[in-house]
């Protein structure tokens, strides 16, 4: 094995498997850290964890472990995956994740770079645009569990660790990987900007023989390169049968999505208050969606300060936990009963569904979108998933996503 990727969320995991397999780089998902060795063909393994928002020690605890098996398997590179927009808060878990990582693998000077310019995200002057908005104007301002409300990555790392956070400018970055790895700090981490690809390139070939390497999947863009891959598209044997839209995500381009899938398929709201009470099961919703003859779709992307007046009465905690576990123990139903392609909208959203189906490892697909590649769980009956961050994808993703899990173009 040559490049080990451990990410935060399941998405995000899904996301840079895509990137390094199209690159031309044998890629394995495996959810959660596995129990045995991994494919002995492949040459970048990916664990997906759902360490986002988990207490800061376990997140630790769970991504020290990920490492370790990654480090068994051969692997000479690690990427700690996380999310373009850096979500994380003031206690983490970014920082203390890695700091554990850094120490573990002897570490320093470490590129930091979440930059996904094919999906609006650049790092510029060391402050994170989403589009032409800073990132704490972009949205991610109201998101319900890692508010992101300083656009400085600088600042926001510092909170987080106790190790210093140095700048790499575009000025350098533009003069090539010497150039970067030559403006890298003896100690600590640097956050590098890149608003292009060929800025993400020129860093991933900076990152050549270096043992930790962090960003969004853009990081991934140079490092095959390193290792001698060659691009290719990723083979993609159709799927059919029944299919689903469940979305979590409460982001605006989610809320987007499911307004225009409202137009042309049926749907069904549920809510943590709902759930609590008895007026919505797992039952209900599963016998639901089965009587439909279009898939239908499962949400919950309610507007933040919906959201936000849930939370208050209910805990944040709380209501994510009850949102999650209802979509886990759904998605394990619709399976069981013969569904099998699920579209699933948001990070949190799309772990618990991956949990809820025991899914342990994932065949990674061509693309449907800049960073979503379609799935294929494998088992006795075969399903197909992607597994969408809330803020990608265009208007029309569900519909082409579930069009192409069967080999259609829409």
């Not at 996301?15 to 063909?41: C, F, H, R, W």
Request: aromatic letters at 4%; hydrophobic letters at 45%; charged letters at 20%.
């Amino acid at each position: 094995m040559k490049i080990g990727v451990i990410a935060d969320d399941f998405t995000g995991a899904s996301d840079i498997a895509l990137t390094l397999a199209e690159a031309g780089m044998a890629t394995v998902q495996y959810n959660g850290v596995p129990k045995a060795a991994g494919a002995s063909s492949s040459e970048v393994a990916v664990v997906a964890l759902k360490s986002r928002t988990a207490p800061v020690v376990d997140a630790v605890a769970q991504s020290v472990a990920a490492c370790d098996w990654l480090l068994a398997q051969g692997a000479e590179q690690i990427v700690f995956k996380v999310c373009s927009t850096f979500d994380s808060t003031a206690d983490g878990n970014i920082g203390p994740v890695l700091d554990a990582l850094s120490t573990r693998l002897n570490a320093d000077g470490v590129i930091i770079c979440p930059a996904f310019p094919e999906n609006g995200r650049s790092v510029y002057q060391g402050h994170l645009f989403v589009g032409d908005r800073l990132l704490n104007e972009s949205g991610m301002q109201d998101h319900p569990l890692t508010p992101m409300r300083d656009a400085d990555l600088r600042r926001v790392l510092a909170e987080q660790t106790p190790r210093p956070v140095a700048h790499v400018p575009l000025p350098v970055v533009a003069a090539g990987p010497e150039a970067i790895r030559n403006a890298l700090p003896v100690t600590g981490y640097a956050i590098v900007d890149a608003v292009s690809d060929c800025d993400l390139r020129s860093i991933g070939r900076a990152a050549c023989g270096a043992s930790l390497v962090c960003g969004g999947s853009g990081i991934a863009l140079g490092l095959p390169e390193n290792f001698g891959a060659t691009a290719l598209t990723p083979p993609w044997q159709p799927i059919t049968g029944p299919g689903v839209v469940l979305s979590g995500s409460c982001s605006r381009a989610t809320r987007r999505q499911v307004e225009l899938y409202l137009e042309t398929a049926p749907a069904r709201e549920i809510s943590a208050e709902d759930i609590l009470e008895g007026r919505t099961s797992v039952e209900q919703l599963c016998d639901w969606v089965l009587s439909q003859g279009v898939p239908p779709m499962v949400y919950s992307s309610a507007d933040p300060s919906t959201v936000a007046e849930v939370q208050d009465r209910l805990g944040r905690e709380r209501t994510a936990q009850v949102l999650e576990g209802t979509f886990a123990q759904l998605a394990a139903r619709l399976r069981q009963e013969g569904v099998r392609r699920i579209v699933v909208a948001g990070g949190e959203t799309s772990g618990a569904v991956v949990q809820g189906l025991a899914a342990t490892e994932l065949e990674i697909g061509p693309r449907l979108a800049p960073g979503v590649p379609v799935v294929r769980l494998v088992g006795a009956e075969p399903v197909a998933l992607a597994l969408k961050s809330g803020n990608f994808g265009a208007p029309r993703f569900f519909e082409a996503a579930l069009a192409r899990m069967e080999g259609r173009d829409v």
